[in-house]
């Protein structure tokens, strides 16, 4: 049972490793796929008025890429709005709560356990103060890995976006070989 268990760990631990290794690759496709599948109505409709399939598969990347880019510019300044007035407020809630917490304990007893807990209270806001500056420093520090994770992440979207076009582009042919493939008995069960 041992082996077993250290097995599975060993399995899973591999497992989750591949993933991560295969990660940028499954983001990749994701993207693409995605992308593919939103914009195959509108390639499909442009076909359908007599555009050529590359054309419109390019028209409906552009769409898909407009819409997308209409969505980020009106989530993501809100979104950096709201997590600037957390970082700005979270010290001084921080501070005010640590203050009142005191407070309270000091009208409640005069004793010297209530000593103590001031002693603990104000040795808890040294920790936040200088878990803040650590935390500080790292952003600092990491400038680097965070553009390049940046750098990438945009290699794996422009990566996307070339997929989808492929997909949209040849999307008929792709199904044409898929159905070829699989073979008719399997083929309605393929297309749904």
């Known amino acids: 049972r041992i082996w077993s268990v250290v097995g599975a760990i060993v399995i899973a631990a ?3 490793n591949v993933l991560g290794v295969l990660s940028p690759v499954i983001e990749f496709l994701a993207v693409g796929s995605l992308i593919a599948f939103v914009e195959s ?17 390019l028209i409906g990347l552009i769409v898909v890429i407009a819409i997308i880019a209409c969505v980020v510019m009106v989530v993501v300044p809100m979104f950096f709005e709201q ?5 700005s407020n979270l010290p001084a809630q921080l ?3 640590i203050t009142s917490a005191l407070q309270r304990f000091r009208s409640f007893s005069q004793g010297s356990w209530a000593l103590d807990i001031d002693s603990v ?3 808890l806001a040294n920790i936040v103060q200088v878990y803040g500056k650590q935390i500080a420093g790292d952003l600092g520090k990491g400038m ?10 945009f290699f794996v979207v422009f990566l996307g976006l070339v997929l ?29």
């Open 14 to 16: 591999t497992v989750l």
């Open 41 to 57: 109505p509108i390639v499909n409709g442009l076909e359908h008025r007599g555009v050529p399939r590359g054309l419109g598969a």
């Open 83 to 87: 997590c600037l007035e957390i970082l």
């Open 95 to 97: 501070g005010t709560l």
């Open 121 to 123: 209270f104000a040795s």
């Open 144 to 153: 680097l890995p965070f553009i390049t994770a940046i750098a990438s992440q």
């Open 164 to 192: 989808a076009y492929w997909l949209a582009c040849d999307y008929p042919r792709i199904h044409r070989e898929i159905s070829t493939i699989v073979g008719e008995e399997k083929e309605t069960s393929y297309r749904f």
